[in-house]
Each structure stands twice: as C-alpha cells, then as structure tokens.
C-alpha cells in the first residue's frame, strides 16, 4: 500500500491505543492462569494478534469481545506440563518478536512438541543467549536460524544466565515461563540492562497474575560488573478476574512529537504518567528539545517552541529513534544518539533506515558507530520514501510529512497494522491529508 500525504498541520486530540507490549504479557499470563480473565484492550493489531494465534495453538481459548478479549486458560499442570494432546502445534508468530521470544520459552516449560513459523525478517533475528540457554535446560531445538523451529522435551527449572547487553525480551520470555517450571528459578542478568523498563512491564504483569518476582541487584565491584538476579517460584498464575491494557505509550510517541515541530498543540488521551513503560520517556526528551509540554492524569500535550539539539542515549529507549530522529532533524544546532546499537535487528536496520529515508526528505542524518548525529534543517523537502516493512519507519516519514514542503509518498505504508491499524485513521482525525492507494 502506497501513502500520499499532502503537508498539512496537525492538530487537535487523538485517543491512545492500547500498550502491544503489555497487551502480550497480559494475554498470556491470562492464557496460563487458572480461570477464564478478561482482558480489556480497547485495539488490536497484528503482533497482538501473532499471540493470541500462538497460544490458541497450545489450547487456550481466546474469544474476542467487544472491549477486548476473554481467556480461557490452557490445560497444564507443573507435574505434567502441557496436555500430550497438543503435540505438533504449529505457533505463527507472523512478524512479532516479542511474540516469538516470550512464546519459545512458554512452550518449552509447558514441554510441548511444537512448530514455531513466521514471516519477514522475523526468522533471521538472533534468538542467542535465549536459546542456548532453553537447551542447556534440557530442551531440543531445530532449525535455529530460521523457520520451521522445532521444539522438543521440557525444560527444567534452575538459573538462566544471561548478559544485559541483549534483547530484554529475552529476560521477560524465561520469566513468564519461571513459574510452569517443577521447582524456583532465577534469571541471572549480568551488566548494565538493556530497556529495562520492559522488565518491569514483564513483573507488573505477572504481579496482576499473583505471580511475585523478587529482584536482587549486586553493585559492580573490583572490576566486576553488577549483577541482577530475578528470582521466581514454581506455582499457578492466579487469574484476577479481568485486568485492563493501558494506553501505548510507544505509538503515542508520534503525535506528541508531531505536536513539537507543528504550529499547533496535539493532545493524547489515554496515557498513563505513572506506567512502566519506558517510552513515556518521549516527554522528557521533548522537554530536553524545548518543547511545550503539559501533563494531566491521563492525558499529555505537547506543543512547539524553539527546539534546539542535544546529547541523549537510547538505551532503555530504542523504539522512539526514528521519530526522534524527526524532531532532531528540525531542531537548531546537532543532536546526537547515542547507544542505538540494537536498532539493527529490529523490522529493518534501524540505523540505516531511519537514516535513509529521513535523508531522502532532506534530513542531514548520519551513523558514527552505533550512534546517529542529526544536524537540523528548516523543513522536511518531498520526496519518495520506503517503509521497509518496519511500522516505525512508516509513521515516521509520516510525521516528517507534516512539516514538508511537497507531497511525500510512502512505500509499503501497509506496515503501520504491525502495531497501529488506525494510524492513518488517526492521521486524518488531526489534520493530516493523506489518501492511501494500492501499489
């Protein structure tokens, strides 16, 4: 699908949608628990859906409502693991590596014989230490490297070492499985971590599920690096009846930092200033930038005013680059983001589609190592762009778009269902003119 996007200013109020990160960990604590849940998530979209389609394959039942959806639990037991019964399933991960990577240690401590697929650039993305580690356990695993990926035997309980230089969801995929293992584990993350903040998500969710994880941090000490130690027992996720999906803070992102470099405010309702997303970091680094920015219970404002560049890390927030990158690009002056390593294996390479694309509009954006330094310009020119399949990199260049001086076309706009179906939608609803065509 091609987008067309006629400049036009945004403004006005949009309404968040649900959190994709924590709509994951809920639904499948929801799926493992010991009773029908509840799950009030007010959107979908393809990820989300990539985990129901999974753990609907290992048994559980998961209708959808009108407000969301309601879980039936599958059937396990810790002496038995998952029902012999659904051996051979086949877990369609679609593009979702959040959904792949909390999924294959789920089924591995369920002990099921399963078939894990997927589409995109999904199969070539690391699954190392995460899955040296499930074998080490005692499980087989077939076909790494790519798909089909074949899972046999069931993993045992013990301690899971990983280093924090690696993909959180690694951590968080060992710790929603810690509790289906026979006896207590333990994560043993070693060095600084890496978007921590979607740990926390990973406990807050689990927490819901009556589920504690006791975290224990030894500082770094003669020429040791710190040591985290997640701690888990053995026991049922206990369902709560019905817990709710927060706003999304990560999709929020792209109309507060609209509302930096327009002429007018854009509000998002529906967002959390006390979530544990790491994304609602977004208003800080506006702050940083100079923007205007107003905070309510459950909404934030974010208006223009002389932005100028600065340093800032990506570390705990990988996912807000490129349309950060967007923001930097018209501010006076140099920014410059640093630590932005892990944006190479995401739905594209990061670094250099951001950059690409972002140059493409007349950007001055460059990679120095794994960093990115962005030298501001005074608009946006048109142009041609390509998402490269990655939802990020669509909406934005369609934020880019806002503040253009032509048309800007988007390849592949097709992408934004990834996470956010209603993107367009949403664009229209504050302003924007686009018309989208098949290509």
Known sequence: MLARITPSPLKGTVPAIASKSMAHRLI????????????????????????VRCLTALGARIETVEDGFQVHPTMKSVEFGLLKALAGSTLDCGESGSTLRFMLPVACALGADATFVGQGRLGARPLSPLSDEIIAAGCDLQGLGGFPLKTSGRMRPGTF???????????SGLLLAAPLLAQPSCVQVTGLIESRPYINLTIQAMKAFGIEVNVERIPAKDGQPEVTNFRVNSGSYRTPGSVAVEGDWSNAAFWLCAGAIGSDPITVEGVSLSSAQGDRNVLAALSRFGARIVRSTNAATVQSDKLAGFEMSAHDIPDLVPVISAVASLAQGRTFIRDCARLRIKESDRLATTTRELTALGAQVRIAGDDLIIKGVDAFTGGEVDSHNDHRIAMMAAIAASRATGEVVIHGAEAVNKSYPDFFEHYRLLGGKVTLEEE
């Open 161 to 171: 070492e990983l280093p924090g230089n690696v993909s959180s969801q690694y951590i």
């Open 28 to 51: 499948i604590c929801a799926a493992l628990a010991n009773g029908e849940t509840h799950v009030t998530c007010n959107t979908t979209c393809a990820d989300i859906e990539a985990t």
